[in-house]
C-alpha cells in the first residue's frame, strides 16, 4: 500500500480536478433547464438573480460545437477583386477586362488572387507597376503595398464582423479567417439565415459623435435611478451632481459606498492606493506641412478612484450605507460606477452586469426619461479591475457629426518625439471642410469613433483641426493604435462582403446529435465492459474501472482547457475507449503469458506491465504524432476528433500503466486473487 500511496494520492487529485472543471457543465445545464420553465417577468427576475452563475457557469463549461448545440456556418468572401480596381490608379477596358478574369478563375478555390493577378497582367506584358505604381516605385515595392492593402481589408472585415456578432449576443462565436479572402463564422444557437445575412452584410457605419454633456447625462442616469426604485419625486438627498470645478461628486450618500469590485465611489481614505488609471485620447490637427496643432495639450489621465470628491465635507456626505441598502436606494449606481475625477460621465460596468444594463436601457419606462437625442454606447476596449472585466458605457449624441466616408486613409505610427503609438487620419476635402468645422466649435470637448454603435475612441479635441489631417494620441500599445487603424479605414475604401455559403443546423438537428452520440458512446461502453467482463473476469473489470476513470479526465481536460466538443469529437472519444481497452488487452495477455509459465501471479503481473510498456508507448506515441499533425493541418470536423483522440490517449497512457496496476497491486497485497480468464 505504502508503494502505491503516491500514485493513489495523484489519481484521487486528478479525478477531484476533473470534476472541478466539469461542475460548471452541470451547474450550467440545470440553471438553463430551469429557465426554460420560467415565461416573462419570471424569466427576467431569474436571470437577474442568478446572472453571475449564467455567466460563470457558461464561460467554464464544457463547450459545444455547431453540429451539437445547432446554429449557423457562414463562409463570407472579401471582394479582393473589386479592391484592386478601386486602388488602381487609372482604369481601363484592359484592367477591367483582366480583373474580371482573374474574379472568375478564383471563384471557387483558395488560389492567391495578387498571385492570379499577376500572371494575367504578365500574360498581356503589363505588370502591377503599370496600374498601382509611381516612378520610382519598383515592382516588389508595389506588390508589398498591395499584399498590405488586401490584408488589412481582410483584418478590417474580420473586426467588423466580430464587432456586430458581439452585439448580436451570440454565445461563443467562431470568426477566422482562411486563405486570403475569406472568412469562416461559427453561430452556435442562432437560426435566422435572414437576419444573420443582414447583420453580417450590411455597409460597416462609421461615425463621429460628440459626447453628450456630462452634468446632464448625470441627471439622466438619477432619473434612471429613480425610475428604477419607483421614487419619482425629486428629493436633494439623492441628487448627483457637477460641482464648480466640473469634477463628478456624489452629494450626500449617494455614490459614498464602494462596490464589490472597488470602482465605485466610497469615503475610504486609503482608497486611493488601489485606484486604476485610464489614459484619456486626444485629438490634435496637423496642417498641410505636417506640423502639429499649436493648440495641442499634453495627455489627460483620467482615474477610477474609491475617493469622495465633494467640495462640502459634512457628516451627511460622508454616511456610510450597507453593500444592501446602497444597492437598494441606488440600484443603477450600483451597476454603473461614475468616475468622480475625469469630469466626464462614463459609467464603468462590470462584466456581470453588462448584460443586465442592456436589459435595462431597453425598458420603456426607462426609454421614457432617456432624451430622444441620447444614445448610450458600450466602449469596445475592456480593462481588468480586481481581476474583474470592466466594460465603460458612454452617453452619445444620437446624430453623428461625420461619417467615415471622408476619410481617405489612417495609419498607426510612433511618434518620433514621445516615442508613443499614435494614429494618423487623412479626409477629402468636404470632409476636411466639416472637420475644421466641427472641432472649432467643440475644443475641450469629446468626439466618440464608433463603429456600428460601438465606441473604439473618445479622443478630446485640443484645436481647430484644418487640412483633414488629424492625430489621435493617447494608445495604450500599438496593437490598440493598429486597432483604431482599421476601424478608421472601415470607412475607407471598403472592400465589399459577401456570404458565399451558409449552413443551418436546427436547435432538433443538434440535439439528435448530442442524444445519438451519447447514445453511441454509452452503447460501446457497455459493449466493451461486458466483453471485458467475460473474456479477462476480474482484470476485465478493473480495466472497466480504468476506462470509466479515462473519460472523465477527457472531459476534465476538454472543460479546462475551454474546447469544444464536436460530433467528430464524439468519434474521437469513442476511438479512445477502444485504445484505452486495447492498452489493458496487451497488458493483460502478457501477465497470461507469463502464468503459462509457471510463474507466481504477482511476479506475472510485474512482468506483464513491464513488457507490454514498450508496445503500449509505441502506439500512443504514433497515435499523439498522428493527431497532433490531423489538428495542425486539419479544419473543422477533423480538429474536433484530432482533440479528443489527443486528449484521450494522454489519459490512456496514465490509467492503463498506471491505474490498473496501483488496484492489481492492493488486491494482492491484501491476499486476494485476480483471475484473468
Not at 436589459?359 to 476596449?381: G, H, M
Not at 475644443?443 to 484644418?466: E, F, H, M, T
Amino acid at each position: 500500500m505504502k508503494k502505491n500511496l503516491s500514485r493513489i494520492v495523484l489519481t484521487i487529485a486528478l479525478i477531484v480536478l476533473s470534476v472541478y472543471f466539469l461542475y460548471p457543465t452541470y451547474q450550467d445545464y440545470n440553471l438553463s433547464k430551469e429557465l426554460s420553465k420560467l415565461t416573462g417577468q419570471d424569466s427576467a427576475d431569474f436571470v437577474d438573480k442568478n446572472n453571475e452563475k449564467l455567466i460563470s457557469a457558461r464561460d467554464k463549461r464544457l463547450k459545444l460545437g455547431l453540429d451539437l448545440k445547432g446554429g449557423m456556418y457562414v463562409v463570407m468572401d472579401v471582394d479582393v477583386v473589386k479592391l484592386l480596381e478601386d486602388m488602381s490608379k487609372k482604369k481601363d477596358d484592359m484592367l477591367v477586362s483582366i480583373l474580371a478574369e482573374v474574379k472568375e478563375s478564383t471563384k471557387n478555390n483558395d488560389e492567391i488572387i495578387l498571385e492570379t493577378f499577376k500572371v494575367k497582367l504578365a500574360e498581356r506584358g503589363l505588370n502591377l507597376k503599370t496600374y498601382y505604381g509611381e516612378i520610382r516605385d519598383t515592382e516588389t515595392d508595389v506588390e508589398s503595398r498591395l499584399k498590405s492593402e488586401i490584408d488589412n481589408a481582410l483584418d478590417r472585415a474580420v473586426e467588423i464582423v466580430r464587432n456586430r456578432v458581439d452585439q448580436y449576443g451570440v454565445a461563443e462565436p467562431q470568426i477566422q479567417k482562411i486563405g486570403n479572402s475569406r472568412i469562416i463564422v461559427e453561430l452556435p444557437g442562432v437560426s435566422n439565415p435572414q437576419e444573420v445575412r443582414k447583420l453580417l452584410e450590411g455597409t460597416a457605419l462609421l461615425q463621429f459623435k460628440l459626447l453628450y454633456d456630462p452634468q446632464a447625462t448625470v441627471k439622466i442616469m438619477e432619473a434612471i435611478n429613480k425610475v428604477m426604485t419607483g421614487d419619482t419625486a425629486k428629493s436633494s438627498d439623492s441628487t448627483i451632481s457637477l460641482n464648480k470645478n466640473d469634477s463628478l461628486t456624489s452629494v450626500k450618500e449617494s455614490v459614498s459606498k464602494k462596490d464589490s469590485t472597488d470602482i465605485t465611489s466610497a469615503s475610504k481614505k486609503d482608497s486611493l492606493k488601489e485606484k486604476k488609471s485610464i489614459t484619456e485620447k486626444k485629438i490634435t490637427g496637423k496642417d498641410t506641412s505636417a506640423k502639429k496643432d499649436k493648440d495641442s495639450v499634453k495627455k489627460t489621465d483620467t482615474s477610477l478612484s474609491s475617493t469622495d470628491t465633494a467640495g462640502n465635507e459634512s457628516d451627511t456626505a460622508n454616511k456610510q450605507l450597507s453593500e444592501e441598502e446602497f444597492k437598494e436606494k441606488y440600484p443603477f449606481f450600483a451597476m454603473v460606477s461614475l468616475n468622480q475625477e475625469s469630469g466626464t460621465a462614463d459609467g464603468y460596468v462590470k462584466d456581470s452586469d453588462k448584460e443586465k444594463i442592456d436589459r435595462l436601457l431597453k425598458r420603456p419606462d426607462i426609454q421614457s426619461v432617456i432624451p430622444s437625442d441620447l444614445q448610450f454606447a458600450w466602449s469596445k476596449k475592456t480593462f481588468d479591475s480586481g481581476g474583474e472585466k470592466i466594460h465603460v458605457l458612454y452617453a452619445v449624441k444620437k446624430d453623428a457629426e461625420l461619417t467615415g466616408k471622408v476619410i481617405v486613409n489612417a495609419r498607426a505610427n510612433i511618434d518620433p518625439t514621445s516615442n508613443t503609438p499614435v494614429v494618423t487620419m487623412e479626409m477629402d476635402a468636404e470632409g476636411s471642410s466639416d472637420w475644421a468645422r466641427i472641432t472649432g466649435a467643440n475644443i475641450n470637448k469629446r468626439i466618440a469613433i464608433v463603429l456600428d454603435n460601438v465606441v473604439y475612441s473618445a479622443p478630446v479635441v485640443r484645436g481647430k483641426i484644418s487640412g483633414g489631417n488629424s492625430q489621435i494620441e493617447g494608445m495604450a500599445d500599438v496593437q490598440e493604435a493598429k486597432l483604431l487603424e482599421i476601424v478608421l479605414k472601415a470607412g475607407a475604401l471598403p472592400a465589399p462582403v459577401k456570404i458565399i455559403e451558409e449552413r443551418s443546423i436546427g436547435p432538433s438537428l443538434g440535439e439528435d446529435s448530442i442524444r445519438s452520440g451519447i447514445l453511441s458512446s454509452i452503447a460501446a461502453l457497455i459493449l466493451v465492459a461486458l466483453f471485458m467482463v467475460f473474456y479477462y473476469k476480474m482484470g476485465g473489470s478493473i480495466a472497466d474501472v480504468a476506462v470509466v476513470i479515462n473519460m472523465l479526465f477527457i472531459f476534465g481536460i476538454m472543460a479546462s482547457l475551454k474546447a469544444t466538443l464536436t460530433l467528430p469529437g464524439i468519434a474521437g472519444l469513442i476511438l479512445s475507449i477502444g485504445m484505452s481497452v486495447d492498452t489493458n488487452v496487451l497488458i493483460f495477455e502478457r501477465i497470461r503469458e507469463e502464468l503459462s509459465l509457471g510463474k507466481p501471479l504477482k511476479t506475472s503481473v510485474e512482468l506483464g506491465y513491464k513488457k507490454a510498456f514498450s508496445a503500449i508507448i509505441d502506439s500512443h506515441l504514433t497515435g499523439l504524432i498522428t493527431g497532433i499533425i490531423l489538428y495542425q493541418f486539419g479544419t473543422g470536423p477533423i480538429q474536433g476528433f484530432a482533440l479528443t483522440l489527443i486528449f484521450g490517449l494522454l489519459a490512456n497512457l496514465f490509467t492503463g500503466i498506471v491505474i490498473t496496476h496501483f488496484i492489481i497491486d492492493i488486491i494482492l497485497e491484501k491476499g486476494r486473487k485476480v483471475n484473468f480468464g
